[in-house]
């Protein structure tokens, strides 16, 4: 299963709300599909999980959403350390894939 | 606390192969719930699934590396390795060790390790 997210980069002021999409070449489980944080330099950070379970410690501004083939990421109010790169991952036939990422920037 | 820690050559000749060892602390491997993973990410690009292995030795490989991957585990000193084979400049990147969660996805990362391919 190939995911595709878009945009490619996003690019927001501080305070503002992203809106990240992932898409799925076939219909993926909800249960399967994960999202993550990559700052520059550091390993990815689990963010979201099962589409919309928010990992342990994770604040509450990061929401997830989505099924089948779709689903989406959400940032409200921007943080200065929510500009990194934003990976979906899923799982299916006992393989994992990953979308090639959408970078959020400072505007 | 959980920690993932990557060791191993920086470096690997053409055609040579790559052993890759991490180490985990704070947990023990031998889980029935968790399974353990490697995943790379060539310089400026995107993330690789790489394989991912359970205490008992179950394996899955990404089937465009699964001819040159071995993945294994020793419960003894809690860790897992990964060999790559016949390395070629397109498998430099940096190498994560990771846990994957009941949940299927991976909720704990090493800090990773930069391996480069070169004469």
């Known amino acids: 299963i190939v995911l595709t997210q878009s945009p490619g980069t996003l690019s927001l002021s501080p305070g503002e709300r992203a809106t990240l999409s992932c898409r799925a070449s076939?219909?993926?489980?909800?249960?399967?599909l994960a999202w993550y944080r990559q700052k520059p330099g550091q390993a990815p950070r689990l963010l979201i999980y099962?589409?919309?379970k928010r990992a342990t410690g994770v604040p509450d501004r990061f929401s997830g959403s989505g099924s089948g083939t779709d689903f989406s990421l959400n940032i409200n109010r921007l943080e200065p350390e929510d500009f990194a790169v934003y990976y979906c991952?899923?799982?299916?036939?006992?393989?994992?894939?990953f979308g090639q990422g959408t970078t959020v920037e400072i505007k | 606390q959980l920690q993932l820690q990557e060791s191993g050559p920086g470096l690997v000749k053409p055609s040579e192969a790559l052993s890759l060892t991490c180490t985990v602390s704070?947990?023990?491997?031998?889980?029935?719930?968790?399974?353990w993973a490697w995943i790379r990410q060539p310089p400026g690009k995107g993330l690789e699934w790489v394989g991912t292995?359970?205490?008992?030795?179950?394996?899955y490989y990404n089937p465009s590396l699964e001819s040159r991957v071995t993945i294994s585990v020793d419960t003894s000193k809690n860790q897992f390795s990964l060999n790559l084979s016949s390395m070629t400049a397109a498998d430099t990147a940096i190498y994560f060790c990771?846990?994957?969660?009941?949940?299927?996805?991976?909720?704990?990362w090493g800090q990773g390790t930069l391996v480069t391919v070169s004469s």
């Open positions: 099962g589409a919309s």
């Open positions: 991952q899923q799982f299916s036939n006992s393989l994992w894939t």
């Open positions: 990771a846990r994957r969660s009941s949940d299927f996805c991976y909720d704990f």
């Open positions: 076939q219909s993926v489980s909800s249960s399967y």
């Open positions: 704070g947990a023990s491997i031998a889980s029935s719930t968790f399974y």
């Open positions: 292995i359970y205490y008992t030795g179950i394996t």
